[in-house]
């Protein structure tokens, strides 16, 4: 068996449902109750940039009122404790990898981030953000939420092309493999050689792409898979 040393993982909005937060394409997830071409495009935000303030004001609250649950607890023991590398990279915009002390890497953005549109100044967001509201630096009116939307570029491509390259294992927790560049992960992982596990409560797209499958709730596979992985 390959000895491992490096772990990828890419968790999704799965990883946060047992904190109370939806997730997207779930029975009853954000995109029934909202279109993304309303308020998940740049051009939604020229068009209507109220509403789109408003949809992430609001779940801009809720993250900051959820709290991890065991899953996020148990890749929190898993970055301290594992001997080799272990790069969490999250499709997540809510926070909750950081309040159980993971180091993540951002890929969709941040809720809790602001960014100006003009300039690319990025500061902190207050909890609720509206129209017209200046950019710190360059005193434009042209603050945005921090979180990218369809059909801009994820953030910090570069490194994570290189750590799926170079990873002994790759895992993937509570996603759809509905949106790329993160539903092609699991195959870049897997031409450089390594493991992959899949964590969900059922199959996703991507599901036929991984070696390993691992059914159930996250707060309960997740802690399992790192006692694993530790022991
Ligand atoms: P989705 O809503 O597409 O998928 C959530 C996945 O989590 C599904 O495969 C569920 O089966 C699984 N799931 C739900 N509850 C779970 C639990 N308790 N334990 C384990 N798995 C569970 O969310 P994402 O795949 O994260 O992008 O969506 C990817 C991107 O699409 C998001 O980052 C967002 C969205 O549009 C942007 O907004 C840019």
Redesign the pocket.
């Known amino acids: 068996m390959r000895r491992i040393d490096r772990i990828v993982i890419l968790?999704?909005?799965?990883?946060s449902?047992?904190s109370g937060l939806g997730?997207?394409?779930?029975e009853g997830?954000?995109?029934a109750q909202h279109r993304?071409e309303d308020v998940?495009t740049p051009e939604a935000f020229v068009r209507n940039p109220d509403l789109v303030h408003r949809f992430y004001n609001a779940r801009r609250v809720q993250a900051a009122e959820a709290q991890p649950n065991p899953?996020h607890h148990a890749l929190a023991r898993l970055q301290a404790d594992f001997p080799g590398d272990v790069l969490l990279v999250t499709?997540?915009?809510d926070g909750l990898h950081e309040k159980a002390g993971v180091r993540a890497i951002h890929m969709?953005?941040e809720l809790s981030r602001a960014l100006c549109a003009a300039c690319e100044h990025r500061w902190d967001a207050p909890p609720e953000m509206s129209v017209g509201e200046p950019c710190p630096a360059c005193d434009k009116p042209t603050a945005r939420p921090d979180?990218?939307?369809?059909g801009e570029i994820p953030y910090h491509m570069e490194e994570i092309i290189e750590a799926l390259q170079t990873c002994d294992l790759f895992a993937a927790?509570?996603?759809?493999?509905?949106?790329y560049p993160?539903a092609g992960f699991v195959e870049e992982a897997r031409m450089s050689g390594a493991a992959t596990v899949e964590?969900?409560?059922?199959d996703?797209d991507m599901s036929y792409a991984f070696e390993e499958h691992i059914v159930?709730?996250?707060?309960k596979?997740v802690p399992a898979w790192v006692d694993r992985l530790l022991a």
């Not at 159930?216 to 707060?219: F, V």
């Open positions: 968790t999704g909005a799965g990883i449902a047992e997730t997207f394409r779930d997830g954000l995109w993304i998940a899953a499709q997540n915009v969709h953005g979180i990218v939307w369809f927790i509570g996603t759809s493999g509905q949106v993160a964590m969900n409560l059922r996703s159930g709730p996250a707060s596979t």
